[in-house]
């Protein structure tokens, strides 16, 4: 006899924060461009809400995270204007923009495509290396510059594979030797977007800029023995907002397995854990916007070891 795992708790927040209501005919909302490149501005002009309502603005981000973006106050024609800023560590990809009123419930939304920013070229005379330009997840990289002001202060940041830029868990600003170099370690976890990064090293006196590219790769991170376990998910090709069964077996009975996703980006979540009764279980899921492409379903025996990986080819739902 199977045991359905507990609920995809994380899924059912997913889909929770994405909810919203009907659109309503009259409501509008257009954008100055539907393309941009990060930290540029774009002017919002909306219509048909009502006369001196508050209206809620929030964008829905290529992962499909919600994020809010403050409120306007239509004018007695129940229309308003407003600008919004693309922050220049915002990802890059399609974006959808909406707007509600907090009285009359009126949703209107837009879309915007975020391309990366230029950036600052790498300097002449500058030479910035990484020992090991592709590793797994769970390692380290150290990288080496040349080429600096002595002593000044270098600056670093990341550009992650989603295209945003970032210097979260860097340390700010260091100094350059006396001879104008630097060494210098980022280590990643085991949950970190896998793809292509870039790091930068900007000299704070002497505007001189390196960058170099490197490759972080799925990183296999249980050390545990593969074969035994099976896991299926059916079916293996499926639309946003479709129901699929997760179904796996040659566990143990009694033990606990933990499942998890990893997107095709490389960002991984947890999705539940339970326990079996005869070392199968089934665990029925309604898929939520997640980004489109193949999706990779693992699931870990905690008491065997044992684990077993299945796809998941996710295609764009019909809205519905």
């Not at 000044?152 to 830029?165: F, S, Y």
């Not at 899921?285 to 077993?308: C, F, I, K, M």
Request: aromatic share 8%.
């Amino acid at each position: 006899m199977r045991r359905t795992l507990g609920l995809v708790a994380l899924l059912a927040l997913i889909m929770s924060a994405l909810a919203t209501p009907a659109r309503a005919d009259g409501a509008s909302l257009t954008v100055s461009a539907t393309s941009v490149t990060q930290d540029d501005t774009i002017s919002l002009t909306l219509s048909g809400f009502t006369p001196k309502e508050v209206i809620s603005f929030w964008l829905t981000l290529p992962d499909y995270s919600v994020e809010a973006s403050g409120d306007l106050v239509a004018d007695t024609d129940g229309a308003a204007a407003g600008n919004l800023h693309i922050a220049i560590d915002m990802p890059v990809g399609a974006y959808s923009v909406s707007a509600r009123g907090n009285s009359s419930g009126l949703l209107a939304t837009a879309r915007v495509e975020v391309k990366a920013a230029a950036g600052a070229p790498a300097s002449p005379g500058v030479i910035l290396n990484v020992e090991q330009r592709s590793l797994p997840q769970g390692e380290c990289f150290y990288f080496t510059g040349v080429g600096y002001q002595g002593a000044e202060r270098i600056a670093v940041w990341l550009r992650t594979p989603d295209g945003a830029v970032t210097n979260d868990g860097l340390e700010g600003e260091f100094p350059a030797d006396s001879g104008g170099g630097f060494s210098y370690s980022i280590c990643f976890g085991r949950l970190a977007a896998e793809g292509t990064y870039a790091f930068t090293a900007y000299g704070k006196e002497s505007a001189q800029t390196g960058i170099v590219e490197f490759q972080l790769q799925r990183g296999d991170y249980l050390s545990a023995p593969a074969g035994g376990a099976v896991l299926f998910v059916d079916p293996a090709t499926a639309h946003q907002l479709d129901t699929v069964s997760i179904v796996g077996g040659g566990f143990e009975p009694g033990e606990r397995v933990s499942l998890w996703i990893t997107l095709p980006n490389g960002v991984v979540l947890d999705l539940t854990s339970g326990f079996t009764d005869d070392g199968t279980f089934q665990q029925d899921v309604v898929l939520p916007p997640l980004p489109v492409g193949t999706h990779y379903v693992s699931a870990y025996g905690q008491t065997s070891g044992l684990r077993a990986v299945a796809t998941l080819d996710l295609l764009p739902g019909d809205g519905k």
